[in-house]
């Protein structure tokens, strides 16, 4: 026998919400891979420095969003076919996959505080290796002046806090643009371009996290109560 009454309504509001949390996973699946194959981060940390690979942390992020997502998208079908179904088996394997998915967000979360001004910093201090042997004509120059070129015609600037205020010849045409002095006395250096661009993608994914994660607490207390009901029916 099918449940009535205000448990009924909690079976179709579980579906919507089950259905805009299907709607997420996909939306999320989206950007990560936005994210991921974003022309400015790929151009800069797929770079490589004589042995050293530019820091690639960012993309662990983002691997784990991708995974966030598909696996939001199955359990989000998963729960809307339970709840339509009125199956307690489903449903609870449905609580299960969200205790699980919203620990694992809770993890990651902390993981991208932790690491939010790493990945910055890291690439800037890749940045600044690349940029200082350029500048002082090392063994191996000529792929520093490849590296240092990328990242100021990815991010349109012009040397760094640290090294500018130290070696004049850092606008040379052979590093940087004729119209990157503007930008230079405008203060957008890379160290600042670097901040913006991983500080914006950075936000971006936390506002998805919060999100997602006040839908799975409603679909957590839904779920419940919609399994309470479907035993309580089926008493009687």
Same mark, same amino acid.
């Given at each position: 026998?099918?449940?009535?009454?205000?448990?009924?309504?909690?079976?179709?509001?579980?579906?919507?919400?089950?259905?805009?949390?299907?709607?997420?996973?996909?939306?999320?699946?989206?950007?990560?891979?936005?994210?991921?194959?974003?022309?400015?981060?790929?151009?800069?940390?797929?770079?490589?420095?004589?042995?050293?690979?530019?820091?690639?942390?960012?993309?662990?992020?983002?691997?784990?969003?991708?995974?966030?997502?598909?696996?939001?998208?199955?359990?989000?079908?998963?729960?809307?076919?339970?709840?339509?179904?009125?199956?307690?088996?489903?449903?609870?394997?449905?609580?299960?996959?969200?205790? +699980?998915?919203? *620990?694992?967000? #809770?993890? =990651?979360? %902390?993981?991208? !505080?932790?690491?939010?001004?790493?990945?910055?910093?890291?690439?800037?201090?890749?940045?600044?290796?690349?940029?200082?042997?350029?500048?002082?004509?090392?063994?191996?120059?000529?792929?520093?002046?490849?590296?240092?070129?990328?990242?100021?015609?990815?991010?349109?600037?012009?040397?760094?806090?640290?090294?500018?205020?130290?070696?004049?010849?850092?606008?040379?045409?052979?590093?940087?643009?004729?119209?990157?002095?503007?930008?230079?006395?405008?203060?957008?250096?890379?160290?600042?371009?670097?901040d913006e661009l991983f500080s914006g993608?950075?936000?971006? +994914?936390?506002? *998805?996290?919060? #999100?997602? =994660?006040? %839908?799975?607490? !409603?679909?957590?207390?839904?779920?419940?109560?919609?399994?309470?009901?479907?035993?309580?029916?089926?008493?009687?």
């Amino acid at each position: 026998m099918g449940v009535e009454g205000c448990t009924k309504c909690i079976k179709y509001l579980l579906f919507v919400f089950n259905f805009i949390f299907w709607l997420a996973g996909g939306i999320i699946l989206g950007v990560a891979l936005w994210l991921r194959h974003d022309s400015q981060t790929t151009n800069i940390l797929y770079l490589q420095l004589g042995d050293k690979q530019a820091p690639n942390t960012f993309y662990v992020g983002i691997y784990i969003l991708i995974a966030v997502g598909a696996v939001m998208m199955f359990v989000g079908f998963l729960g809307c076919y339970g709840a339509i179904q009125e199956s307690q088996c489903l449903l609870g394997t449905f609580f299960t996959c969200l205790v +699980i998915l919203f *620990a694992c967000e #809770v993890a =990651a979360g %902390i993981w991208g !505080f932790v690491n939010k001004d790493q990945i910055a910093k890291d690439v800037k201090q890749f940045y600044d290796q690349a940029l200082q042997q350029a500048l002082m004509g090392e063994s191996d120059a000529s792929n520093a002046k490849a590296v240092v070129k990328t990242f100021h015609e990815t991010l349109d600037c012009c040397g760094s806090d640290i090294i500018t205020s130290t070696f004049t010849p850092v606008w040379r045409d052979d590093l940087c643009r004729k119209d990157s002095m503007k930008s230079f006395f405008e203060n957008t250096n890379c160290h600042k371009k670097i901040d913006e661009l991983f500080s914006g993608k950075l936000y971006l +994914i936390g506002i *998805a996290a919060v #999100v997602v =994660a006040v %839908i799975m607490i !409603f679909e957590m207390i839904l779920s419940m109560v919609l399994c309470c009901g479907i035993r309580n029916s089926s008493v009687y």
